[in-house]
């Protein structure tokens, strides 16, 4: 996979970040040369324009079958795994929902608890008219997931079967405690 080049600026701090790793025991450690120090960074000049603001990188979607086994995934299809937790957030406002969210996933983790059932409402249909006035939380719910501070201890997240809401619901299965 070719990438861009890196600019000098990102040379240099890519050799610091270079000079504070260390090899694994038992493994060989590359010769990394001195790292070039920082230039200084010029003082910020004063404007009324607003300056661009790059989006902080979100985590990679966990695409199908990638944490769970075949088993799984085939009982969540068929809707032969009973969720052990409903969060319903149905009626919330995003902050709200996003709140509940947490504390479900908390609750839930504490607990021991392996499958939740997350009721967000029906994606808005492809028919409907723009901008949409529904669905604000089914299209956040992933991210909030994947940022959440519970990201560790989620598993996998997939559609729920038609017997527990279909397209308006996901199932979020939760690692065992080790």
Do not use: C
């Not at 004063?46 to 902080?56: F, I, L, M, Q």
């Not at 995003?94 to 029906?122: M, P, Y």
């Amino acid at each position: 996979m070719a990438g861009r080049r890196l600019g000098a600026d990102e040379e240099a701090l890519w050799a610091l970040v270079r000079a504070t790793v260390r090899a694994l025991p038992g493994r060989r450690a590359e010769s990394v040369a001195a790292a070039p120090p920082l230039p200084e960074p010029a003082a910020p000049a004063r404007s009324t324009a607003a300056t661009p603001v790059s989006a902080p990188v979100r985590p990679a979607p966990r695409g199908p079958g990638e944490t769970l086994d075949r088993g799984w995934d085939r009982r969540l299809a068929t809707g032969h795994v009973a969720p052990e937790r409903t969060i319903d957030l149905h009626g919330h406002t995003l902050a709200s929902a996003h709140s509940a969210l947490d504390f479900g996933l908390g609750a839930a983790i504490a607990r021991g608890e392996r499958v939740v059932l997350l009721v967000t409402g029906k994606p808005p249909r492809p028919e409907s008219q723009r901008p949409h006035a529904r669905g604000a939380i089914r299209a956040s719910v992933l991210d909030w997931l994947q940022l959440s501070r519970h990201a560790g201890a989620i598993a996998a997240v997939r559609n729920a079967h038609p017997r527990h809401g279909g397209a308006g619901a996901l199932y979020v299965i939760l690692r065992r405690k080790r």
